[in-house]
């Protein structure tokens, strides 16, 4: 176990001392071996956070067997956005980072596999998955600024399981397999069956991530992202969309239309997909895989849209990807 807090003088991680309980001191090294502020609402009752930091898969696997409450982290770019309800949940975390079976990218038989670690930056950055998964490389641009691509990981995307999480309507459309590991080993789960509701994951109790795999598509697939959110970048979807698919003999053979923002979970758009599938690209076809595309969905009222506007929204991205088509 290791405790997390400002460090003691050498910068070393360390019990705190006894002076953090006592009169905090003034001055500019006032902070030197106190405790990590975290300010407002947000200061955690009780002292600090014990973390586990193991150095390979099996090691991660025990831990999480005899402790279930360890929560797994690895970027944590997204805690403090949970608010308090999430820090105060955390007496003790397991800090993923360190283990080199999760992080990587892999050209494997068949696909790509990507360790669930992996940072987005490095994602957009490899040229496997620019040559083969361009839409996954385009997702991991949209996450946010360079700082949190640089922390924010794949399988952290995926288990934080945020219905606007900007890759995970990818990994639906390019039909990706998920591998996660417990004490009972790994186990596959199709990524179409990993949500199972709001925030909550097909993910049993000590289980974890592993990597994910991403078959390639045949020659001549197509493949679109579009994302709408306030700004350019740097912003919370409001509707994410990403698809792929064939055409045979000048019809749509096959598409794989997946969407976010307009759930409670990343969803595959069937009835689109199946409306389409068959025809000719056009206007006609992009005109009806929009209109069934915005039948289908529930999206929400919030803060940051209205579900009539994602909608809307909805409709219209999907008419333009389906007419992207036809070139």
């Known amino acids: 176990m290791r405790r997390l807090h400002a460090g003691d003088r050498d910068h070393r991680l360390g019990p705190p001392p006894a002076q953090s309980r006592a009169e ?3 001055g500019p090294g006032g902070a030197g071996g106190q405790p990590l502020p975290v300010h407002g609402d947000l200061r955690r009752a009780g002292s600090v956070i014990a973390a586990v930091r193991p150095r390979s898969l ?3 696997v025990r831990h999480l ?3 279930p409450a360890l929560v797994p982290t690895a970027g944590c770019t997204d805690l403090m956005v949970r608010g308090p309800e999430a820090l105060h949940r955390m007496d003790r975390v397991i800090d993923l980072l360190g283990v080199p079976e999760l992080r990587g990218i892999r050209e494997v038989e068949g696909g790509i ?3 669930s670690t992996t940072s987005f930056s490095e994602i957009r950055r490899s040229a496997a998955v ?3 998964f361009p839409i996954l490389a385009e997702a991991a641009t949209m996450v946010g600024g360079w700082q949190i691509q ?3 990981t794949l399988g952290g995307n995926m288990a934080n399981a945020s219905p606007a999480g900007d890759s995970l309507p990818v990994l639906l459309a390019l039909d990706a397999v998920v591998v996660v590991a417990g004490a009972q080993g790994l186990r596959e789960i199709p990524y179409a069956d990993f949500h199972i509701g709001y925030r909550r994951t097909a993910l049993r109790p000590g289980e974890i991530v592993a990597r994910v795999r991403l078959p390639y598509l045949p020659a001549g ?3 679109a992202f579009r994302k709408v959110g306030t700004r350019e970048a740097q912003a919370i979807s409001k509707v994410v969309v990403a698809l792929a698919g064939r055409i045979e003999e000048g019809r749509i053979a096959e598409l794989r239309l997946a969407a976010g923002s307009v759930a409670a979970m990343p969803v595959r758009l069937r009835a689109a997909e199946e409306a389409v599938r068959g025809q000719a690209p056009g206007p006609e076809t992009a005109d009806l895989a929009g209109r069934e595309a915005a ?11 209205t579900a009539d506007y994602r909608r809307f929204a909805l409709e219209r991205v999907v008419r333009r990807m389906v007419m992207g088509i036809a070139g």
């Open 58 to 60: 099996d090691e991660a």
């Open 221 to 223: 697939a197509f493949q």
């Open 113 to 115: 596999e990507i360790g």
């Open 295 to 305: 039948r289908e969905v529930t999206p929400i009222d919030d803060v940051r849209s």
């Open 65 to 67: 067997g005899e402790d």
């Open 24 to 26: 905090p001191r003034r």
């Open 150 to 152: 640089n922390r924010a």
């Open 130 to 132: 620019r040559a083969a």
